[in-house]
């Protein structure tokens, strides 16, 4: 284990500008797993948790990127559905090897082109997932599979399309999980603690992982899941990354766990790896002696599927995919994806309490996205080419949230010395009345979407702007507040925020 002193070359370490204010990245599962792209469907995967705890959890796991996981739980429906879809004798390798196949001749620039499109900063990739297959020809090959990983540069590929339409590269890598270097397969809270490898010949291999990565690619990102090994020397390898890439950022899930000094709570709540951010959560409150386990460095939290009711004090990103699985989900129905209204309101909230929103894409094993997937993040692009200067280089606000006089929900965020007032949904009424708002006399108002000046006055008990006749048909609407504005006691927040 390392020591404090070790974690000390980063006290202080500011947050890179860059990314504060690009405020969305695009987070793309691909791999093995989308050749069958088949998990359940979850309504409601808090409720999911609640109800069954860990092991009904990783029985009816909707996340399909777990395939090889919940495909060998007996009885499971992922299980029951590879039998009867493709055979007893089919294994995970038929999918590594097809998907092999049909990555080869991938057009990557398509995702590369529905991020860009989706004004997206960033695009995070998940070069290994807990499956251990690799998107890029690994110099460290697996240590008992072998060759398990794709023969094309994936990695770099992507890498290139992303940099060459301005965006940023990350990369997210598991190191906490490589199901296939101890045969593991989690059915409940002990399987859990076991899979997470940490002997001398796995920290070689996933520290080479990572060193390779870096030297290759210098990710803009360095995104890791679940853990890290406890006996390997973190904060060497946080150092070797700054001094490669000096604005790169790190996320929270590299916490270093020694099960066999006391630390199996900690390692059976993080080993549920993304669903543990939902099922840290629902514990009872007097059994969290801890927050969420984090390394004792990081430069952004990344909880999953979450909001947040007031601002942070430091950032974090919100980590959900288009609907209820990362990668694609043949399974999932239409009314399980995002809505374009849902989306634009979901980053509105998320970037007015200083947020960042990481959100995933699966496409198919040929580099195609699918279209009920692209056509939220399409629309959320259009509304950023509109709304934009509200949401990219913003921060938040003295207040995050507010409710109109007519009941509708609205987000603050500050664009310099502006005021930006961001409604959820289009005014029922004609003047748009802030409760608790107070502005001076230099005060002015403006339609972000269609630069109209607008009457603004402060009427004593709240602002007041009168709308235009005629409202632009969008899900969320801009009215940047200039000059002198308050938000005095009496301002108003929404009794229940949205989640």
């Given at each position: 284990?390392?020591?404090a002193a070790?974690w000390?070359q980063?006290?202080?370490?500011a ?6 204010d690009?405020?969305?990245g ?5 791999g ?32 399909s990127?777990?395939?090889l996981?919940?495909m ?8 029951e559905?590879h039998?009867s ?6 294994g ?5 090897e097809?998907f092999?196949r049909?990555?080869e ?5 398509q ?6 499109a989706?004004?997206a ?18 110099a460290h ?10 023969g ?8 290139e399309a992303v940099r ?12 906490g999980y ?13 399987d859990?603690?076991?899979a ?6 796995y ?5 080479g992982?990572?060193?390779e990565?870096?030297?290759r ?9 679940i853990g890290?090994?406890?006996s390997?020397?973190?904060?060497a390898l946080f150092a070797?990354y700054y001094?490669?890439?000096?604005d790169g ?12 000094r006391?630390?199996?709570a900690e ?6 790896g993304?669903l543990?951010q939902?099922?840290w959560?629902l ?7 801890l927050?969420f386990?984090a390394s004792?460095?990081?430069d952004v ?9 007031t601002?942070?004090?430091t950032?974090w990103e ?6 209820h ?5 043949r399974?999932?129905d239409?009314?399980d ?13 998320v970037?007015?309490k200083?947020g960042?929103?990481?959100?995933g ?5 040929d ?7 692209q ?6 692009g259009?509304?950023?080419h ?9 921060r938040?606000?003295?207040v ?7 009941g509708?929900?609205v987000?603050f965020?500050r664009?310099g010395d502006d005021?930006?007032v961001?409604?959820l ?9 802030l ?5 001076g006399p230099?005060v002015r108002?403006l ?5 109209q000046?607008?009457d603004v006055?402060?009427?004593g008990?709240?602002v007041?702007?009168?709308?235009p006749g ?7 609407h ?6 002198e ?6 301002a108003r927040?929404?009794e229940?925020?949205?989640?």
């Amino acid at each position: 284990m390392t020591h404090a002193a070790d974690w000390a070359q980063f006290a202080g370490r500011a947050l890179p500008t860059w990314y504060d204010d690009v405020k969305l990245g695009i987070f793309v599962h691909w791999g093995p797993y989308s050749v069958p792209r088949w998990a359940p469907r979850a309504g409601d995967i808090q409720q999911l948790i609640r109800d069954g705890g860990p092991r009904r959890m990783l029985r009816e796991n909707p996340y399909s990127e777990w395939y090889l996981n919940t495909m060998r739980i007996p009885g499971s429906p992922t299980a029951e559905h590879h039998r009867s879809t493709y055979g007893p004798d089919c294994g995970y390798r038929h999918f590594a090897e097809e998907f092999t196949r049909e990555a080869e001749d991938a057009d990557v620039d398509q995702i590369a082109e529905l991020a860009a499109a989706a004004g997206a900063g960033y695009v995070v990739l998940t070069t290994k997932h807990h499956d251990g297959y690799t998107l890029w020809p690994a110099a460290h090959p697996h240590p008992t599979l072998g060759a398990h990983g794709s023969g094309r540069d994936l990695v770099g590929a992507l890498d290139e399309a992303v940099r060459a339409r301005g965006m940023r590269t990350g990369l997210y890598y598991s190191g906490g999980y490589d199901w296939p270097y101890n045969d593991a397969t989690l059915t409940g809270p002990a399987d859990l603690l076991l899979a997470m490898p940490d002997d001398p010949t796995y920290v070689r291999y996933v520290e080479g992982h990572v060193r390779e990565l870096i030297e290759r690619y210098r990710p803009a990102v360095l995104w890791n899941d679940i853990g890290w090994p406890a006996s390997a020397d973190l904060p060497a390898l946080f150092a070797d990354y700054y001094a490669a890439v000096p604005d790169g950022v790190v996320n929270d899930r590299w916490a270093q766990t020694d099960v066999k000094r006391g630390g199996a709570a900690e390692a059976l709540v993080r080993g549920l790896g993304c669903l543990a951010q939902l099922a840290w959560k629902l514990l009872p409150e007097d059994s969290r002696e801890l927050s969420f386990p984090a390394s004792p460095h990081h430069d952004v939290t990344t909880p999953e599927y979450a909001r947040l009711e007031t601002i942070a004090e430091t950032k974090w990103e919100t980590v959900r995919g288009v609907g209820h699985s990362f990668a694609a989900n043949r399974n999932e129905d239409p009314a399980d994806i995002v809505t374009a209204g849902e989306l634009v309101h979901m980053l509105v909230d998320v970037v007015s309490k200083n947020g960042n929103l990481l959100i995933g894409v699966g496409p198919l094993p040929d580099g195609s996205v699918p279209d009920e997937q692209q056509e939220p993040l399409r629309a959320l692009g259009r509304w950023l080419h509109e709304n934009g200067s509200a949401i990219r280089g913003s921060r938040p606000w003295v207040v995050p949230a507010g409710v109109a006089e007519d009941g509708t929900e609205v987000r603050f965020t500050r664009t310099g010395d502006d005021v930006n007032v961001i409604t959820l949904g289009t005014p029922t009424a004609a003047e748009l009345v802030l409760p608790g708002l107070v502005a001076g006399p230099d005060v002015r108002a403006l339609l972000v979407s269609t630069g109209q000046t607008l009457d603004v006055n402060d009427r004593g008990d709240g602002v007041c702007v009168r709308l235009p006749g005629r409202v632009p048909v969008s899900p969320a609407h801009v009215v940047r507040l200039s000059g002198e504005v308050s938000a005095g006691k009496s301002a108003r927040g929404p009794e229940a925020l949205p989640r």
